[in-house]
């Protein structure tokens, strides 16, 4: 298996399951210097945390991360920075129902076919417990590159959606944060939390949105012409459990224009009138907002009864135990921003080396 | 820069521009010992090939592609295979107008000012001529897995869509040639046709959405978790020139379902009913046919007149010149699929690699 | 900075100070399904284990690892193997006279114009400390390629030398571990570990040389033209701590010979008679025994009186503090075999991939 | 196959065989704005150069490189730099004779075996002629870290070699190009050319040693721990054909040194006085000059009948033929020199990323 690095200068690699001891990871490649805010950290590992609301899973984990090296009189030191987050509230025993079922769209069966072994406990590295490594070296990557602004919000549950542009919404954390569902829009906000108790109450659970807002972007960042820009961005979405879409600017809307519609035509300062191109042109930054919308399916852990097989190929009833989120839109918020963070991050530095005379860091 | 290389066991590398002499590039990690069919090279070459109907460009160009390594016998000898196709038809003039002027939502402005210099003639690395490159080594890439059956259709132009599922469809090579806009539902087909004319006349151009089909795909290709199989795939998308969204399996459609809807339940044998997943589970391929759509942007060069501004800031009146294709996705077509055959041929090796006594290729 | 993963296929990335909390790691890219011995992995991290004998350093560690995923039932699953060790036995006061100045021929100067900081405790990362990574990895990658008998072991201490060829020499476990100096010839070792006695008794160190003996080597390892096998293992070797040069096969000396001297003749089932070449011709293993010489200068680290300079460009004179090594060599045996097997591990799935209808695991 | 691309940042890709029609290659992640200098480039390809003298090689090649993309009026514009040398005077017909027969100490049998099939035709792949690419590629290197200046020369032949440090030296270009032979020491020139001639009057061959000294190298440059910059520079040199062995600094010597006498003590600027460490501390340079000697063995390909085998196990006679060098260092002069550019240039762009608040280009 080779897929648990991500990024080239900014690079982190990741490990544990669901049910380990640990989980962890180790930062290579964050430049010297930095001035860490602990807090700012433990923030980003808070909005991600189970049992911080009532419609997102009760699982009890402090997800307190500590750091083992790199870091020197609260600095960067540029040598490797390790964490470990350890597991404290992981039932197994939950889990021994499915030691030898597949269950419906997980990865149970591809796991097992393609290694030939499945630790089964909480799903494993499948489970998106992992991505709780993802977050602690995404809230260092926002601090490095401290100017840009990255914000996500819920956009959609189910069949309510956000009707506005994110010009007309008041993106600030204040907003976003009052709803536990992470939607700046209070009525919206209110449905959708209405929505998945709704659901969750029936045992199911609804997939939605989010969109993201990037402010504040140099110009010049992308690596034609296979690194583009909203390429890694894309890539790095769908690398997240559970999505299933990523489009940018105009996105599919934007195939039902014609090309007068679509340009986006300058301002004497190189700023342009409209922004379907979403900040980003042939794969480069162009200093206007980058902003894209992610697809999440529904949870497919449900609380109800389902017909599958076990790995004799037998028909078995389950019905779904353990800990789980209705949607996982909200707790997904910090993880979206973590991966943003940890692209720009990266090409943010391969940018300093795109021609002579750069400006410095 | 660093992104001219695509895959990491079978790897590419590309260069060229627009109106320099030649394109070209090296394939390093195609296995030894495939015979290479040719013909079914330059068959691509020429689905993507300027001038081959009255909707694309008139661009004259042989783009016959010569292989100068790694071939004997004509075999594969497991050495990189370096190829190049010169260009025969550049117009330089054409583009002396633009030499100073940034094209509205076209490259010129991003590229000057992160390379601080600018190849402006046909619009340099960031033209789509580049993708030569990228069809000459997929179709090698199709060789190389041969087995899995890659199919990909225009599905909308505009507001006209086909509005069937693929499996409705007759995916064949000859239902798709069959039309100059590689739709397979004919009557679709024309109607697609005559709206392309249509703008085209006006000056104007169109996007619209590819949709893929990959079949026979092996289980257990997919490398979680961060290099996802669809996430690969997603950034392989993103990364052919006028794209903005990708949605693989249910997709944005899919936001809107409940788990107890979406999830794909198993047949005995491991296929599953439905196939809302996409043929990907948590990253890895689980046997059914993996399906996405792509969307393109219309095409930034139109045939009107546009204000726009140069580089010292002043506002220009500029009109389109030059040959362009007044709707991409004809031509994207072999370009979405050489696409999906190297992330496949990629993932394929290191599928080999995944566990301990795997099976030979 | 970037330099702390190694490897592509079998990769390891290490963290850690000699005197922060800990040491650890992540293995990306073991094939699932190798049953792990970790009596193997413990008996060769207290080959480098400080305190073992009289004549290495004697601060006091378990060296004990924890394996926190990647691994169920004992055996790997194909997702990443987190590993940690646990710093016990620091004694950072010991360096606070350090704290200001540069020890000569230490890394201090350098980490501090590089990194513009400097963890100054027990030298941070610079540390050998940080190698005990390595020999966790390098211990798994052993089981991985379990058919290939990797031996080393002291050739020299200063002017102190085997003038045998390796085959003259009892290779066994046995034979080499018999000594704290880790030498197969006892009437040698004798001599070395009373040199060393000594020179430790000046507060002073020594150098010395290991040879490395790889045998049941497969045909076939090693990627060329820049990734050729002695290339990789010449890094490899060249990454460790004091390292200063690297020979295999006739090395130096053969410089000195004719190519009809230095040809290594075939017999007819593809041997060779002679084996000056050192297993390996145009970058891949012949399958003969692959042999190399690795240079240890002496340990930087003395107990003596030396003038230096502190980061203000003032003259200070320094003793040297702490637990050191008078000599490397014994310790570094587990650490050269450890780089040896990754680079191996590593190159052999590789070579998995080399050409159609290889054969299985 | 996956070693045919050197380099992270700064990346060559190259192809190409010794008989095939044209070797050529790609740089990617030169940075934009780089000036260049064709003429120097021509020069250092003059310097490899096949038949420049009467000790080498008589192939009579025009060695003239074409560049095809990435450059603008003579500056580098950041995208890929594609080239292409085409093969004049390749005779396969002299390599007929080899087609079933591996050659002793060359790479036939291995090539063969790892990969099933082999262009026989002047040794493929696996001949030094592919070490063109590499001088093309350096020689912009070299341009891009003009104030670092790398200077190599022919310090042994055979049993003649320099017995004075290089600081005794005139190294001047003048001084080295003087003899044919690149030894700057007159006498000494003289016969190493003598003992090069009467050893190809018996149809023999020879090796001997490349010493190179890089001067002018800004602290900082080099990334532990795996990437130490002479751990980099040594797979660099190692990845030449036919290089045994490659010692830094002291070296081999410096293992019988002690620590008293090994360390290299302060002056009050940081320079120090001695510079056994050759210039690089932990890994990282700190500019002193960095010094290093390269053992290159006799090339095997002597004008002697030789008895070999088939490839089916039979015992041949063959004889040398095709036109050949009898020793490779005056040839290799500027292949190490490429090398240590291709090392320096793509580490001295990591080093504008080691820390915040670096300088500028």
């Known amino acids: ?104 769209s997980h990865s149970d069966f591809t796991y097992e076919n393609k290694y030939g072994i499945r630790d089964y406990r909480g799903g494993g590295r499948s489970s998106a417990r992992e991505t709780i490594c993802r977050v602690v070296a995404g809230a260092i990557a926002k601090q490095l590159i401290k100017d840009i602004k990255i914000t996500s919000y819920v956009s959609s549950v189910g069949d309510i959606s956000i009707n506005k542009s994110y010009k007309e919404l008041d993106l600030s954390r204040k907003s976003i944060e009052r709803h536990p569902i992470r939607c700046p829009d209070p009525s919206i906000a209110e449905k959708m939390i209405y929505k998945i108790q709704k659901i969750k109450n029936k045992g199911d659970t609804i997939g939605g949105t989010i969109t993201s807002v990037i402010q504040n972007v140099p110009i010049g960042i992308g690596e034609p012409v296979f690194d583009k820009l909203h390429a890694e961005l894309g ?40 922004n379907l191109s979403g900040g980003i042109q042939g794969g480069i930054s162009n200093g206007m907002d980058i902003y894209f919308r992610v697809a999440f399916k529904p949870v497919a852990t449900i609380m109800q009864k389902q017909k599958t097989i076990d790995r004799n190929g037998n028909f078995v009833l389950m019905e779904g135990k353990g800990r789980h989120d209705p949607c996982v839109l909200p707790r997904a918020i910090p993880i979206v921003e973590s991966m943003i963070a940890l692209v720009l991050a990266d090409y943010w530095m391969y940018t300093k080396l795109s021609k002579l005379n750069t400006p410095q860091y």
Chains 1, 2, 3, 4 share one sequence.
């Open 235 to 274: 890539k790095a979405m769908l690398s997240i459990n559970a999505v299933k879409g990523f489009e940018y600017g105009s996105g599919f809307y934007g195939t039902k224009l014609t090309g007068s519609q679509h340009n986006d035509l300058f301002y004497k300062n190189g700023k342009t009138k409209t």
């Open 1 to 104: 298996m080779a897929g648990n690095i991500f990024g080239k200068l900014f690079r982190i690699s990741t490990f544990g399951e669901s049910h380990g001891s640990a989980l962890g990871g180790v930062i290579d490649g964050c430049p010297a210097g930095l001035e860490l805010n602990f807090d700012e950290i433990q923030y980003e590992l808070n909005r991600r945390k189970p049992g911080q609301s009532s419609i997102v899973t009760q699982r009890n984990e402090p997800d307190q991360v500590n750091f083992l090296s790199g870091i020197f009189e609260n600095k960067t030191t540029g040598t490797p920075i390790g964490f470990i987050i350890y597991n404290k509230d992981h039932k197994s025993d939950d889990y021994k129902h499915i030691q030898n079922i597949y269950r419906p």
